[in-house]
């Protein structure tokens, strides 16, 4: 701790924390100071425990409030605003008088007092004679108050404060031990693995890439953003294994109406075996009841059976509005946005009810092997580490439209008919992914799409085909602007 002046920060635990047993509490007490101080590092800070309650002391209170706001575990706290080592009921009322007479002002107000151990002054005093001075200004009203004027009395000192921040409420991260998280990008994938971290479950991730290195770094974005935002404590990594094998495999030798089913059974067959490395006690995921086909109960049953591991669906009753209203909440909804979902691989209409034995004599026919050597060579991202600075560099990206290039607008229909760049043929990003390998060889192509993600994996894949495509580098609003101040010209190829 510096010799700067600290402002203390009263941080409450969440109220479960509480009805734990003595030596229950005390484990989650110190897991939850364990957390606060490794989110805390380079924030100069003295964390202490007074009164059954943490106090944060930090010359920077609002760095230390941005932390307690989504740490997991933190009930409420409250930066104080006035203390007194001189302790009167006279001095109390001057300096309330001082600090909150306009903050009352036409407004209805409350003063409480709350004693820690100290017996020389009544609490009931000092409520009703430093009420007294805020009377007039403001109008009492114990019931329903605007303003509450909080005064905590120790042997040594008083503390006023009248705010009450909320925290990230939940437990403390890690005692409930670890689980993997099934990360695809999407808002429900995220928004799972949020509130099992809310539970005081610390998590890793394992990303099935069916959509190449561009649909990676999506994925990490979400993850970074989440771990960031509300990983206090916590160190996670995010496995990418690479599905594209995986996935040729299953459309050569599956029947179409069960591919979507095989995928989820083989993505947990993934998942699985990195989970137990990481000592992760649980399989975590996305799924709602009756979101999509593979999410029925029928199906759910035949694909949970592919793993010993549980498998906890935090969101299963929700509904898709729930969720993308919790992700808005939680930040992660503009970063979810922009990952293009590459799970529905089938054309025709898929199994909503299946039988387990039929699925297993269906993924008998997959490779030996297959699996496995992409679990052996998955991609581990450390995602406490700083993210690398984005690089518009790649030759798969171009600023500037190529004179001789052919155009491929990948919006939906809609946004293609509000505005597309003259030239441009509309292949949205569902149909493109699934009718490219049609397309000519002997041209160069170059895509664009609303948010400027989807066309940089679907250029990607095509590239992978042996197709000369790019994306161009940056949304449909870029382009435009770019389109507005001059022609498109040519650039290198």
Not at 23 to 34: A, E, G, I, K, Q
């Amino acid at each position: 701790m510096t010799d700067v002046a600290a402002t203390p920060i009263i941080v409450r635990l969440a109220p479960e924390i509480h009805l734990k047993s003595p030596s229950t509490r005390r484990h989650f007490t110190r897991v939850l100071r364990r957390n606060l101080k490794r989110a805390l590092i380079g924030i100069p800070h003295d964390l202490r425990t007074q009164q059954g309650r943490l106090v944060l002391y930090t010359p920077k209170p609002e760095a230390g409030q941005s932390i307690l706001r989504k740490a997991f575990g933190v009930s409420t706290f409250s930066p104080v605003e006035a203390v007194l080592k001189e302790v009167s009921v006279e001095r109390l009322c001057e300096v309330v008088g001082a600090r909150f007479t306009e903050a009352v002002r036409g407004r209805r107000y409350a003063v409480r007092c709350k004693r820690h151990g100290r017996k020389d002054i009544s609490a009931t005093e000092v409520e009703r004679r430093v009420g007294a001075v805020l009377d007039g200004p403001g109008r009492v009203d114990l019931d329903n108050p605007e303003v509450v004027v909080r005064i905590d009395l120790d042997r040594e000192q008083a503390w006023i404060y009248s705010r009450r921040e909320q925290g990230g409420g939940g437990l403390p991260l890690g005692v409930q031990g670890r689980a993997m998280v099934l990360i695809s990008g999407g808002f429900d994938s995220a928004v799972a693995a949020w509130y099992i971290m809310r539970r005081g479950t610390a998590v890793d991730f394992v990303f099935c890439n069916v959509g190449g290195s561009v649909h990676e770094e999506m994925v990490l974005a979400v993850c970074r953003r989440l771990v960031s935002d509300w990983g206090a404590g916590i160190r996670p990594r995010m496995f990418s294994v690479d599905f594209s094998g995986v996935v040729d495999d299953l459309r050569a030798k599956v029947p179409g109406d069960a591919w979507q089913i095989v995928l989820k059974r083989l993505m947990y067959r993934a998942a699985e075996p990195i989970a137990r490395e990481r000592g992760a006690e649980a399989l975590v995921t996305g799924e709602a009841l009756s979101q999509v086909s593979s999410q029925t109960l029928s199906n759910l049953e035949t694909i949970d059976a592919v793993t010993d591991l549980p498998v906890l669906r935090p969101l299963i009753g929700f509904d898709k509005t729930e969720i993308m209203n919790r992700a808005r909440a939680i930040g992660t909804f503009e970063v979810c946005e922009k990952v293009p979902e590459f799970c529905a691989i089938a054309n025709q209409r898929p199994m909503v009810t299946s039988k387990r034995a039929h699925i297993e004599r269906l993924e008998a026919a997959l490779s030996d092997g297959c699996l496995d050597r992409a679990v052996a060579e998955a991609r581990m991202h450390d995602l406490g580490a700083p993210a690398p600075s984005a690089d518009r560099t790649s030759p798969l990206l171009v600023e500037h439209i190529p004179a001789a290039a052919e155009i491929i607008d990948c919006q939906p229909p809609d946004l293609y008919r509000h505005w597309h760049l003259p030239g441009a043929v509309n292949h949205p990003a569902d149909e493109l992914a699934a009718c490219f390998e049609q397309f000519p060889r002997d041209r160069a192509y170059v895509l664009y799409c609303f948010r400027g993600t989807q066309s940089a994996v679907l250029a990607e894949r095509m590239r992978a085909a042996g197709y000369d495509a790019r994306a161009f580098a940056g949304d449909v609003s870029r382009l435009r602007r770019q389109w507005d101040r001059q022609p498109v010209t040519e650039v290198d190829a």
